[in-house]
């Protein structure tokens, strides 16, 4: 029998009920919100925690950024106040990037349920705040220009708003209705958790949450271990440079499979840089955590248990693991090439997963400025490069990763900011040579239309190292930012005046395998349709050259 | 009306599916007299149509000149892009943005699976063409059509193999005028073209929905064109002198024409009957809230029918990659049914995951080998398996005894699959496989009602479908739901559904105002232009002006939020205005669907929906002719059959559901068998019959 006594029937169905309720959890948030980045890209998570912090349940429309990262924030959040000294009713808070998920906008609540007067665990959220104050920049120095930094207090007490916190909000952000609904629309969804919770207790006669909780993470740590275990033993390393803000920056693992243990070390990475590009240990983590899962068990559930097998070590002072008060704003240039890396290192050994490298860290492009009629706007396009090639498909053209973020359509952002947009194509040749073939990277350009100017905010990465191929697959194509068909710096914030014209170019993505072994009819096809140019095909996979 | 009325007049309904072209007759203004299936004819659907209902005209000796209409749902449309098996087509879009169709919306449709692919335009990059134009965000002109490469073009396609075109210029929601020229263009130097423009389709903000749902119709356009066509002239064959009406994919009836020029929004005509049918059976069982549960062989489907209105979307999406996943397909944007489809069939496979776990679908064995009950070859055990183990269907007399199902191999693939490596018995395993996959589906019931502001307790369940009345009662449990409808004849319920609704037009009015500027004058002017349309509409499609039911909703929100909670608002509110009164309508709907109102935020009204419908068709179900039996014997027997709540196995009273009378009351357990499904009543909750033959269950 198993350690829950539940047997896996009604386990099973437990455990579908509690995934099942986080994700109402979360709907509910999302249809309560009053931002854009919750309710259209789901910038956010919601999980269920044991009361020593474990995180059981994670809702499953949630941000890979912030997978695992609620266990340790819960446990920064009970070092403040021990669990002995919370109140039915009170909810915690904290922006922290070192203890949440790695920059000020990210804000992480909890609330402590318990089951009559018994704590019973906590329901937790982590969303993300376009507006946390301060003056976020690529320019930053430390956090503290970054905005406002909120330690670990009890925004809620004993059901009561703790009105001195909320006002220390109010007054440091600039749309404060905004983030201020969005926390209390979660609020709303903590009582729906809680109510759904009891009810489903009830309901399966489970006395004891523990042991159920035991046996769920117990379960998901045995999934992956199997999986990890089918891998060779052996250390592994990968390296990839990136273009950094003054100088290029490397980003180096050394991946250990021992058994179904994973160790992942970051020594001899870069460290840390005063500019807002490095990655606090949890974010690290979170990436390492998505890419272990997708290499070995895209399944397995996201909580404490699926975690165990993998440990990292990151130097203090790195860029992956920045001391306080690193600026950390825009932490994904570093940490989105933690997956890419940890790719690179295990290829040889899975060479069946393996994927070349991808135009990310996602590239993006901030407008602000004031409407004719004087009302400001911030808004973010985001815009995505060529996937990596897989070891059997072409990367697929412009996606978002290891983030996964649509786009705004062309017309609903002309709609929301004054530009024109001229130009959304995919650029021919962009996509890295290879028996499959990298993705294809677009090219999109953008004219002022405002009488006043707009301030523009880049900050990419892939200009000067494009995405590497994998196994003999050759690069991608780089990025390209330009203004007025001039190249400008990667990292830029700048004015526009009516007229300018802003035109970037997304990076493809890397090839795998020499591109002489690619088949002949995907060689044709991609001269037909356009994707792969005569001369490009002839030049780099040969074609004419054997009666083709 | 010319010409001498035939004393009686029949309607008929039909359903073309991917295996049977389904029959429904009825005698207006009675109930069902006949229904029928035939093979469905995959290479011309129309020859089974014509064919059938020659025979079913001929087997009931009805003269065709007394068909009033025939009312005809199709897979056509959506087979026809499933298996890309439209016309070669053409796209034409601004200078600029011809990639448009491919780069799509650039997020991934699982975030976790690095083995994803995207699916296929369905105009390659090298029939995407550019022209110089621009409109701006007002519809109004930047630089103008360039004529001559319009034409250019325009002669450059007629030359070619090209069949359709499709043209979707940026901000032609807004302004007509560029694709207008363009069609123009095309009309006098490629005559032969058929062409599709974005502002007709769907003028709706969002270019690549707006030019993957114009490429869509452009492309099933010719050969719709041509089946009804033939169905048509078929029909003229059969001396049936009326017209045909087509289901829209929202359940809307529509005359030939105006379906053929936009056949994209025929995508889901076929299960938009089985909508329209629940709605009627829910009617005719007092429910006029009704969760339409159907589960087949290979999925389940699930939709929330209001005030007898299934509710519907402007979003779906067809010829998944990974059937369900969202993303992974090609997205339309036409009114329709909003439905949500799961892997929970009776086919779908168990197994014990990687988590040591039972895991039910999403992955079916289909029709072949199907499940290891039906002894084709089959290994793997399936839902169908599960239920025949714990006693709710039955060895002898599934399909009316056509088809005997083998207990052995299904507790053989139970046991090796699930329970051995569980240490189960296989009882334990077949109860672990049914409860897993009533549970798969109670979340998603659960999710898609939270997604529409709808709280599913409220909503009394009608279930259709093979499989449908037997996980019914389980699944009513698990969402709380109290009230089980199971209707007689379920098998054909879409063909039945189409002769049920009744003609109805929506129309839709965005108009963002805050709630503290709303004005009687207003709102009754708007009201009254929407509910004009709608009245001219219905007017034109033959149906009197009199009886019209008008039904007025205002999407509304606080200020700054993103969703809408659509809230009824009664005709006086309306004419009155009373800001009052529609804030606290609006409240106490957002209070029901989140348990708290936001103090001292203001309100906004987003849209106006308003729905104008004719009188609801006087057809009542009842049992075909030939089926019902009077005064004869109801039971059949007892049987074991498992119940969780009883402690397992219990001796089970099994009654013939085509004996069963109105009037008829009995306690449960019980099981019913009619020929396509089997009802289950489990302990602790009655089943009566209601004078329609339905059958009702107060669980």
Request: glycine letters at 10%.
């Amino acid at each position: 029998m198993s350690r829950s006594g539940l047997g896996p029937v009604r386990l099973g169905i437990v455990w579908q009920r509690l995934n099942g309720l986080m994700d109402e959890v979360a709907q509910a948030f999302v249809r309560t919100s009053f931002s854009t980045v919750i309710r259209e890209n789901w910038d956010l998570a919601c999980a269920l925690l044991d009361p020593r912090g474990r995180q059981v349940v994670q809702s499953s429309r949630s941000v890979p950024s912030f997978i695992g990262t609620m266990s340790r924030t819960l446990e920064a959040m009970l070092a403040a106040y021990p669990a002995e000294t919370l109140k039915p009713g009170d909810v915690l808070i904290t922006n922290d990037p070192w203890v949440s998920s790695g920059h000020l906008n990210d804000i992480t609540m909890a609330k402590p349920i318990y089951r009559g007067d018994r704590p019973l665990g906590f329901v937790a959220s982590t969303f993300h705040s376009v507006d946390i104050g301060g003056a976020p920049s690529p320019g930053a120095r430390d956090t503290y220009e970054e905005g406002l930094w909120i330690p670990v207090r009890r925004i809620v007490r004993a059901g009561e708003e703790n009105e001195d916190i909320v006002a220390v909000i109010r007054q440091n952000l600039r749309q404060p209705r905004e983030t201020l609904g969005d926390i209390r629309a979660q609020f709303a969804a903590y009582d729906v958790a809680e109510r759904r919770l009891m009810r489903i207790l009830d309901e399966e006669g489970v006395d004891d949450f523990d042991a159920v909780v035991e046996e769920i993470l117990e379960r998901s740590e045995q999934s992956l271990r199997r999986a990890i275990a089918r891998a060779p033993d052996g250390e592994y390393a990968g390296e990839i440079v990136a273009d950094g803000v003054d100088h290029p920056l490397a980003i180096r693992a050394r991946v250990r499979i021992a058994g179904s243990d994973i160790d992942i070390d970051f020594t001899g990475t870069s460290p840390q840089v005063a500019r807002p590009i490095n990655s606090v240990v949890n974010y690290t983590f979170s990436w390492c955590a998505f890419a272990i899962k997708c290499l070995f068990d895209p399944d397995v559930p996201n909580n404490e248990g699926s975690f165990r097998p993998i440990r990292i070590h990151v130097p203090e002072g790195s860029l992956l693991n920045p001391r306080p008060p690193a600026p950390v704003w825009a932490r994904h240039l570093s940490g989105h090439y933690v997956p890419p890396v940890i790719f690179r290192a295990l290829a040889p050994i899975l060479p069946e997963r393996a994927m070349a490298e991808s135009a990310s860290p996602i590239w993006t492009v901030y407008f602000k400025g004031a409407q004719a009629g004087g009302e400001p706007f911030v808004k973010m396009y985001f815009m995505s490069g060529g996937l990596g090639a897989r070891s059997s498909l072409d990367g697929p053209d412009c996606r978002s990763f290891p983030s996964n973020i649509s786009n705004s359509p062309v017309e609903v952002f002309e709609n929301a900011v004054p530009v024109m947009i001229h130009e959304k194509t995919l650029i021919d040749d962009s996509g890295g040579p290879g028996r499959t073939r990298g993705g294809l990277g677009q090219r999109i350009e953008f004219e002022s239309l405002s009488e006043g100017p707009i301030v523009m905010t880049i900050r990419h990465e892939r200009v000067k190292n494009p995405p590497q191929g994998l196994l003999g697959g050759l690069a991608g194509s780089r990025g390209v930012n330009r203004l007025n068909g001039k190249d400008i710096p990667a990292m830029t914030q700048m004015a526009l005046g009516k007229g300018d014209r802003l035109a970037f170019e997304t990076p493809g993505g890397g090839g795998i395998g020499p591109p002489a072994e690619r088949p002949r009819d995907l060689v044709k096809r991609d001269m037909e349709l356009g994707y792969v140019s005569p001369e490009a095909a002839r030049t780099v996979y040969g074609w004419g050259d054997a009666g083709d | 009306m010319a010409g001498a009325m035939p004393a009686t007049e029949y309607v008929i309904g039909v359903d073309v599916g991917g295996t049977f072209t389904d029959f429904v007759g009825c005698k207006l203004g009675h109930g069902a007299i006949f229904n029928g299936k035939v093979l469905t004819t995959p290479d011309d659907p129309s020859e089974a149509v014509l064919s059938g209902l020659a025979r079913m005209l001929s087997a009931h000796g009805i003269d065709p000149a007394a068909v009033r209409y025939v009312i005809h749902g199709t897979t056509l449309v959506a087979n026809a892009l499933i298996e890309r098996k439209g016309v070669k087509t053409a796209l034409i879009t601004s200078k600029g943005f011809r990639d448009v169709l491919e780069i799509g919306r650039e997020y991934r449709y699982d975030t976790y699976d690095l083995f994803i692919d995207m699916p296929r335009p369905l105009v390659p990059r090298n029939l995407r063409f550019e022209v110089d134009e621009r409109m701006d965000r007002e519809g109004r002109v930047v630089r103008p059509l360039d004529l001559h490469a319009a034409e250019r073009l325009a002669r450059e396609l007629a030359a070619s193999d090209v069949r359709a075109v499709a043209v979707a210029f940026l901000h032609a929601y807004r302004s007509a005028v560029h694709e207008r020229e363009m069609q123009d263009i095309l009309a006098r130097f490629a005559p032969r073209l058929t062409v599709s423009l974005s502002s007709e389709v769907v003028p709706q903000i969002g270019e690549y929905e707006r030019s993957s749902t114009t490429v869509a119709n452009a492309y099933v356009k010719p050969i719709f064109e041509t089946y009804v066509g033939r169905l048509s002239e078929g029909l003229r064959r059969l001396g049936i002198g009326r017209d045909l009406y087509l289901v829209l994919s929202d359940g809307g009836t529509v005359d030939r024409k105006t379906a053929a020029a936009h056949p994209v929004r025929l995508v889901h005509s076929g299960p938009a009957g089985g909508a329209q049918a629940a709605a009627l059976y829910g009617r005719l069982g007092g429910a006029d809230r009704v969760l339409a549960f159907d589960m087949g062989g290979t999925t389940a489907k699930a939709c929330l029918i209001e005030e007898g209105r299934p509710n519907r979307t402007t979003e779906v999406e067809i010829a998944r990659l990974a059937r369900f996943k969202p993303g992974s397909g090609i997205p339309l944007r036409v009114p329709i049914v909003n439905m949500i489809e799961i892997g929970a069939g009776g086919g779908s496979i168990a197994r014990v995951n990687s988590l040591g776990l039972v895991q039910v679908g999403p992955d079916s064995s289909g029709a072949k080998p199907g499940p290891a009950c039906y002894a084709l070859g089959g290994v793997e055990p399936t839902v169908t398996d599960a239920d025949l183990v714990l006693g709710y269907l039955d060895a002898g007399s599934f399909l009316g005894g056509e088809m005997a199902l083998d207990v052995a191999a299904a507790r053989r693939a139970l046991h090796d699959r699930v329970a051995a490596p569980l240490g189960l018995s296989v009882e334990e395993a077949a109860l672990g496989v049914f409860q897993t996959v009533n549970e798969g589906m109670a979340q998603a019931a659960a999710i898609h009602a939270l997604e529409q502001g709808k709280r599913i307790v409220d909503f009394a369940l009608v279930a259709i479908g093979g499989a449908g009345p037997v996980h019914a009662w389980a699944l009513a449990r698990a969402l709380g739901i109290g009230r089980l409808i199971s209707p007689l004849g379920a098998g054909v319920a879409s063909a039945f559904g189409f002769l049920a609704a009744p003609t109805a037009f929506e129309a839709t009015r965005t108009r963002l105002t805050p709630l503290a500027a709303v004005e009687a004058s207003g709102t009754r002017s708007l009201v009254d232009e929407l509910a004009g349309h709608g009245l001219a509409l219905l007017e034109r499609s033959g149906e009197s002006r009199a009886p019209a039911r008008i039904d007025v909703f205002a999407a509304m929100r606080y200020v700054g939020q993103g969703y809408e909670v659509e809230t009824p608002l009664p005709r006086e509110l309306v004419e009155s205005g009373d800001q009052d009164g529609l804030a606290r309508r609006f409240e106490a709907a957002y209070r029901l669907l989140f348990g708290r109102t936001e103090v001292g935020f203001p309100v906004e009204i987003v849209s106006w929906r308003v729905i104008v419908s004719g009188p609801v068709p006087a057809i009542v179900p009842a049992i075909p002719e030939g089926l019902a039996l009077v005064g004869k014997p109801a039971g059949k027997g007892v049987r074991a059959v498992y119940f969780a709540e009883a402690g397992g196995f219990v001796d089970t009273p099994v009654f013939n559901r085509y004996a069963l009378e109105p009037g008829f009351s009995a306690e449960g357990p019980l099981v019913v068998e009619e020929r396509e499904s089997t009802l289950v009543v489990p302990p602790q909750s009655r089943l009566s019959i209601d004078a329609s033959r339905n059958a009702i269950v107060a669980l």
